[in-house]
């Protein structure tokens, strides 16, 4: 009888060395697959901006202007009016949203916009974004959003007559009740659409406590009232670059209809793109910067998770990804509609 020949085990080495190549194999896997899911992401954020850019523009075929930055005043006595993405909920499919809306009413505090507050609308998150922060109103939790509206290269958004002014500022506060304001014809950008910031994003707040290390998003206050150069650099204003600070909002697009406060509706173009990402260092922690009391004056950087920019949407609806090297004066005059600055060169 023929003795069939026994079959060897694999040795305690040769072992280890197929443990280690599919180790490395696993290693060499990873990052590329984590770059395609980045990839992904990122282009669904640069279609969400392509939709509010089409909807900014099917409002303007119905207005004759683009969405103001803050609708209707309510009514009934309330102080927040809706924004901007309140006003366009109807040209992104969300028609149903817009008709819970009451808008001769306070749209935060009024019981009656309770139903149109809470829940996300999907266009208006970026993918890349982890935050889970949000706030809750009883049971209900509310709609966030990753997408501001430029209001230029200016920290008060009530600079309407300034040359460093975007598309989204306006005298909102000075409205009567029930008076809806008129946005921006695009007759009136003068420096050209494809040359003027209209949406961008921007990070979402981490919590809505004040607890210390757990946000980047949030306002700090400045202690004072801005003027002079501390309106149009924010990087000149102390309280932007960290250090001692006693007031600090973390709401930061966690209420994605409320107008009245800037950070949840506007970003600018006073700050470095990413200015205010976190980094392991609090040593070296940025945040973006408000005047204390009114909210009007905000210096909040757009901002993003995607590696080394953000997406922004111009005013012609084009969109492009602006790297956080781009040289800060082009950024700034990416931010204004009429500064006189047609030779824009963003790369």
């Not at 443990?19 to 279609?47: D, T």
Request: hydrophobic fraction near 35%; charged fraction near 15%.
């Amino acid at each position: 009888m023929t003795r069939r020949p026994s079959r060897q085990a694999f040795t305690l080495i040769e072992l280890l060395v197929v443990i280690a190549i599919i180790a490395i194999l696993i290693g060499l896997l990873l990052p590329a697959v984590q770059k395609v899911r980045e990839a992904a992401a990122r282009a669904k954020c640069s279609n969400n901006l392509k939709q509010l850019g089409l909807a900014a523009h099917n409002f303007e075929s119905s207005f004759g202007t683009f969405p103001p930055g803050e609708w209707t005043k309510p009514s009934d006595g309330g102080g927040s009016r809706p924004t901007w993405s309140a006003a366009l909920l109807g040209y992104v499919e969300q028609a149903n949203k817009f008709n819970q809306f009451d808008f001769s009413k306070d749209v935060n505090a009024s019981a009656v916009n309770a139903a149109a507050r809470i829940q996300d609308v999907p266009i208006y998150l970026c993918p890349s974004d982890p935050s889970e922060a949000a706030f809750a109103q009883g049971s209900d939790t509310l709609g966030r959003i990753n997408y501001f509206a430029s209001i230029g290269s200016v920290a008060d958004c009530r600079m309407v007559d300034d040359s460093k002014s975007g598309i989204f500022v306006g005298t909102y506060s000075n409205l009567a009740a029930g008076q809806t304001p008129k946005g921006v014809k695009i007759l009136a950008i003068t420096d050209g659409t494809s040359n003027t910031a209209m949406f961008s994003e921007v990070m979402k707040g981490l919590g809505t406590t004040a607890a210390a290390g757990t946000f980047h998003t949030s306002n700090v206050s400045t202690g004072g009232v801005l003027s002079g150069t501390a309106l149009y650099d924010g990087r000149t204003v102390p309280g932007c670059a960290g250090g001692s600070v006693t007031v600090r909002i973390q709401y930061v697009g966690l209420q994605y209809y409320r107008g009245g406060i800037n950070q949840n509706s506007f970003y600018n173009h006073t700050l470095p793109i990413n200015w205010n990402k976190k980094t392991n260092d609090p040593t070296t922690q940025k945040y973006t910067c408000t005047e204390p009391t009114a909210f009007r004056q905000t210096h909040i950087a757009a901002s993003s998770y995607h590696t080394g920019g953000v997406n922004v949407c111009a005013a012609d609806g084009s969109i492009r990804f602006v790297r956080d090297s781009v040289d800060f004066a082009m950024w700034q005059s990416y931010g204004s509609k009429n500064g006189g600055e047609t030779g824009v060169n963003l790369d």
